[in-house]
């Protein structure tokens, strides 16, 4: 049974920085793709951050370029998204995806991921 618990969400001014963590169980994230996406009240899912083949390719929302950092820790088999410069329009619920169904296309499709899981809340006041 594969699970993906976030964890690290929570409120913070504008400019501040989180970072959330994404830990997985019956699955691998050396051999897998994994993402971040996230969900704002009344607004469609949509893609933050993906990483693949190993953690040594990523991919970001150009929203979130330059101020987000996704990354992986294999021995802990953890996905982390680093959150920095925080604005009030990154509030949202965060979630974490893992396991391309099939390559290539856009990494930001949502069917693409076979888990997810159950989401943190990132609330970001000015």
């Known amino acids: 049974q594969v699970q993906l618990v976030e964890s690290g969400g929570g409120s913070v001014q504008t400019g501040g920085s989180l970072r959330l963590s994404c830990a997985a169980s019956g699955i691998t994230y050396s051999t897998n793709c994994a993402a971040w996406f996230r969900q704002a009240p009344g607004k469609e899912r949509e893609g933050v951050a993906a990483i693949y083949t190993g953690g040594s390719s990523t991919d970001y929302a150009d929203s979130v370029k330059g101020r987000f950092t996704i990354s992986q820790d294999n021995a802990k088999n953890t996905v982390y998204l680093q959150m920095n410069s925080l604005k009030p329009e990154d509030t949202a619920m965060y979630y974490c995806?893992?396991?391309?169904?099939?390559?290539?296309?856009?990494?930001?499709?949502?069917?693409?991921?076979?888990?997810w899981g159950q989401g943190t809340q990132v609330t970001v006041s000015s």
């Open positions: 995806a893992a396991r391309c169904q099939w390559y290539g296309g856009s990494w930001s499709d949502i069917g693409k991921y076979k888990y």
